[in-house]
């Protein structure tokens, strides 16, 4: 490849983790990034990726902008994942409650990781090269801000969204946003839907973009969340433009006494056929009063390995 008047070589390892990691999720043509398939939080990855109608956590900008609407002063979020083959991602997330209104901030990385360029040697007919000292990068950027206006117990709430591909020297950007709307009933019942990425082109003449996806969703708590027991579930549609629909369901459940305990979580979703990726997958957290510590953990068939993702989520 040529770039700025001099050859270089892209690292091929590192060209086929970028490969590798957007094929796993699905496919590059539909998605445009592999972020747009990765749940936002490490609650919803252990909940199989449901996240609509998980209402009050920092993380809810990533899949519902109105599901902020229940954070009663100020809620942060953060994880960590080393992804497949080699890369990294991360997120974090803020929610703060000012009136009938909501403010969020999010941001999501996607790390392909870095390699050093390589050039020919002429000296070897090629068949060695030289180190110039540059370095090869490769990453997927998000960032999101949203506001949210809540009326008794509906709330509804949009938000703005930039991406970001960068190649090596070839990068890309897009703008899109997301509507949702959510109804949460004190702490019992609640119920989501939200319409995201609408715009999202890449604008590069390949026809990439960031895929639109409609979701609906129900979360339910069957004993008093306040209490020592804690049983909930998710059931959550998804329609990812030009896809099959998608189902997903998630359990969560454990014991909390004296502010701490511990929860634990699994999920099913019927993904495409084009997905890598197990149906189910599992999760747990340690609860310290305001403070969560999560875990997920999925599986991924052909690939022979597994991402773990960890978390906290701050709450008050």
């Known amino acids: 490849m040529r770039r ?105 990385m996607l790390d392909y990781g870095s390699e050093p360029v390589i050039v020919p040697d002429s000296a070897s007919g090629g068949r060695r090269g030289i180190a110039t000292g540059a370095t090869f990068t490769a990453a997927d950027l998000l960032g999101v801000a949203a506001i949210v206006y809540r009326h008794g117990l509906i709330a509804g709430g949009v938000s703005a969204k930039y991406a970001r591909q960068q190649i090596g020297d070839y990068a890309v950007d897009a703008w899109a946003g997301d509507v949702g709307v959510a109804v949460a009933i004190f702490d019992i019942f609640a119920l989501g839907a939200s319409v995201q990425n609408l715009g999202g082109d890449y604008g590069d003449g390949g026809g990439a973009r960031m895929p639109r996806r409609t979701r609906v969703g129900v979360t339910m708590n069957y004993v008093d969340p306040q209490g020592t027991f804690r049983l909930l579930s998710t059931l959550e549609a998804q329609w990812p433009a030009g896809e099959k629909a998608l189902l997903v369901q998630g359990v969560e459940g454990g014991i909390v006494t004296g502010s701490v305990g511990l929860v634990g979580r699994v999920g099913y979703v019927t993904r495409s056929p084009t997905s890598d990726a197990s149906r189910f997958s599992v999760g747990g957290g340690l609860e310290l009063g305001h403070v969560h510590l999560d875990y997920a953990y999925q599986a991924f068939d052909l690939l022979g390995g597994a991402t773990h993702r960890v978390g906290l989520r701050w709450t008050t």
């Open 4 to 108: 700025g008047g001099s050859a270089y070589v892209i690292p091929s390892r590192l060209f086929f983790t970028v490969l590798l990691n957007v094929f796993a999720s699905t496919s590059l043509a539909s998605q445009g990034s592999a972020l747009a398939a990765l749940p936002g939080s490490t609650r919803s990855a252990g909940l199989g990726g449901a996240g609509v109608a998980l209402v009050g956590d920092a993380g809810a900008v990533f899949a519902n902008p109105a599901g902020l609407a229940p954070i009663r002063h100020l809620a942060l979020e953060g994880s960590y994942e080393p992804y497949l083959a080699g890369t990294s991602l991360t997120v974090a997330a803020l929610g703060m409650r000012l009136g009938r209104f909501t403010w969020g901030v999010g941001a999501q």
